[in-house]
């Protein structure tokens, strides 16, 4: 489980079909074998460390879920450790389990901040409501706006320097996870119906 506050901005340093390696100085600090590290909101589990370099097994499942595997050498990635007890809630619960991949479709700079406009994969827009929260390459964000298919969130100078966010362009896909909350009260319900 994760809050979807980013801690560092990470780098790709190998990469294959079967695992990932990324430089994270602070989220190798104490990271140990079997630990959770989000990378870009997908959940990893570390099976080395060496110096500031964690190594992860990637599934099948999360290269179908994600774009993951099209990251290169010298990318960079959003980091995050798993959440503890006693770590401070500043974003929402996030699981590190993308529910798909969205695109960027428009930014529009303002003087203190920049909105950004994201097209969802089909059946996702369900998942999503105003002021509602959203991870986005593993960054919590509240939603702005939502119409059809596409929603908008608005990025502090904060959230332009410290994540991939600030670095991403029009066309660029990213990952997204919507409220676990919703996708439960969903099942309840179809549940429900099928028991009248």
Excluded at 29 to 39: E, M, N, P, R, Y
Excluded at 110 to 123: H, K, M, N, Q, S
Aim: glycine share 10%.
């Amino acid at each position: 489980m994760f809050t979807g506050i980013v801690e560092e901005l990470g780098e790709v340093v190998k990469a294959s079909e079967a695992f990932l390696a990324v430089r994270g100085p602070i989220v190798t600090s104490d990271a140990a074998l079997g630990d959770s590290i989000s990378v870009n909101g997908v959940c990893l589990t570390v099976v080395s460390v060496e110096g500031d370099v964690f190594t992860a097994d990637v599934m099948e499942e999360t290269y179908r879920r994600s774009v993951i595997g099209k990251l290169q050498v010298g990318d960079p990635v959003n980091l995050e450790r798993a959440a503890t007890l006693t770590t401070r809630l500043g974003g929402h619960l996030v699981q590190g389990h993308v529910d798909g991949v969205a695109e960027i479709v428009k930014r529009t700079p303002a003087a203190e901040w920049e909105e950004v406009t994201f097209r969802l994969p089909e059946g996702l827009a369900k998942y999503v409501v105003e002021k509602g929260s959203i991870t986005i390459d593993g960054t919590s964000l509240t939603v702005a706006h939502i119409e059809g298919d596409e929603f908008t969130v608005g990025l502090i100078p904060t959230t332009l320097d410290a994540t991939t966010l600030g670095r991403k362009q029009v066309g660029d896909p990213v990952h997204i996870e919507t409220d676990v909350v919703a996708k439960h009260v969903e099942k309840l319900l179809q549940s429900a119906g099928s028991l009248s």
